[in-house]
């Protein structure tokens, strides 16, 4: 073991392209903050790219989310079913607009939200006259597609609209069944993306909302410039957010997103040399994949034999030592939301698959930028953390 081995980051950014021209661009013409160029030719490339109809840049994916809830009218004594296994952004935002977030249990087949769940419960309320949610957040865990055919037609039916969180799966979208060819983000009602730093595309920090419905891309736009009326005079006609991107961090996302293919790739790569190495290790294996998938593999993601977990409990954090100490940085699954200090009251639907899940799964370094000497220390460090 030794410290002084070079640092493998989980997910680090990797800019070139037309990045540095872009943003000397803004330099030269002094188009630095929120009014620019970029940020339209920045919104009309991503929203063809995911191919939703309208996309509006926003300073975060957590903001993007909190005007996901403003657009959709949640409000105070609304509910909203969420994944409890998720990073915290998404479900804070119910809460900001005064709502209760319901956190569902995940199922095995893909780490996300388990559909079984969400539909047997929009069914027992819809018996039962009782008041159904007012959305379901899909969220699309580490860059594998959450499964929303079931979700999706029931929720139609009820009347409840679907808003996906696609934070960690730019490039992610169906391979089979009635959504082959479409991408994450771009099927329900309204669908989010973030760029924070350790995104498959960053702008250093920022976020994009996508909808077909033109109404609710001018609801969101709007509220995100303090929903300022257009004029001279300062006038408002309701309570909006300092929440649009600058010109600079869509100059940058722009030169990102035209390198988003070949991004991509360089995750394919690292997922098939991972997925190869595992091959030889009974203890591990690759998270589950659906075969209607077409995942971006944002965070290559590997779990414990469940044998393993029995055995040794404590198995996961062992391992993530063991990797630790050659500086090659992995990471658990997100805590479940219901296991935190902030969200352990919330209302829960389901059991402890979640936490199951937890206790086994970890993501390895998966930067674009990986080379091959840097996963074949990874995969040495696996080996060495093998069980005795
Ligand atoms: C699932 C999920 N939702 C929301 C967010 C929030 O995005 P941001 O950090 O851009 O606010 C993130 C990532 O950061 C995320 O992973």
């Given at each position: 073991m030794s410290s002084s081995e070079p640092r493998i980051p989980l997910a680090e950014p990797l800019i070139g392209g037309n990045a540095e021209a872009y943003l000397l661009e803004c330099l030269r013409t002094n188009f630095v903050s929120s009014v620019g160029p970029f940020v339209t030719r920045f919104e009309e490339a991503f929203a063809a790219a995911v191919g939703s109809r309208f996309a509006v840049a926003c300073s975060s994916g957590t903001a993007a989310i909190h005007l996901a809830m403003r657009v959709l009218e949640v409000g105070p004594g609304d509910e909203v079913l969420v994944p409890s296994m998720t990073f915290v952004a998404s479900v804070n935002p119910i809460a900001y607009v005064g709502a209760t977030p319901v956190l569902v249990d995940s199922e095995d087949a893909t780490y996300n939200m388990d559909p079984g769940l969400v539909v047997g419960e929009l069914e027992r309320r819809a018996r039962l006259g009782i008041r159904q949610p007012k959305a379901i957040e899909l969220v699309h865990l580490l860059g594998h597609p959450a499964d929303l055919g079931a979700v999706l037609e029931t929720a139609e039916r009820h009347g409840v609209a679907v808003i996906e969180d696609a934070s960690e799966a730019l490039g992610a979208g169906y391979a089979i069944g009635t959504w082959a060819g479409r991408h994450v983000g771009s099927i329900g009602r309204v669908g989010c993306f973030s760029f924070n730093g350790n995104k498959l595309i960053t702008t250093g920090g920022g976020g994009m909302l996508v909808t077909d419905d033109e109404a609710i891309a001018r609801r969101a736009r709007h509220l995100s410039t303090q929903a300022r009326l257009p004029?001279?005079?300062?006038?408002?006609d309701d309570m909006g957010y300092n929440y649009r991107l600058t010109n600079v961090a869509a100059a940058m996302g722009l030169a990102q997103l035209e390198e988003l293919p070949s991004l991509l790739g360089a995750r394919v790569v690292n997922a098939a040399a991972y997925d190869g190495a595992l091959g030889s290790m009974p203890w591990l294996r690759p998270a589950p994949r659906a075969q209607w998938a077409a995942p971006s593999f944002w965070l290559y993601t590997a779990a414990l034999a469940d044998d393993l977990v029995e055995r040794e409990p404590d198995a996961r954090r062992r391992v993530l030592e063991v990797l630790g100490g050659h500086a090659i940085e992995a990471r658990p699954v997100w805590t479940p939301l219901h296991r935190t200090r902030l969200w352990s009251a919330a209302p829960r639907l389901g059991g402890n698959v979640a936490e199951r899940i937890f206790a086994k799964a970890f993501s390895l370094p998966s930067s674009s930028s990986l080379s091959d000497l840097q996963r074949a220390r990874v995969i040495a460090a696996l080996r060495e953390a093998a069980p005795a």
């Open positions: 004029g001279a005079a300062y006038d408002h």
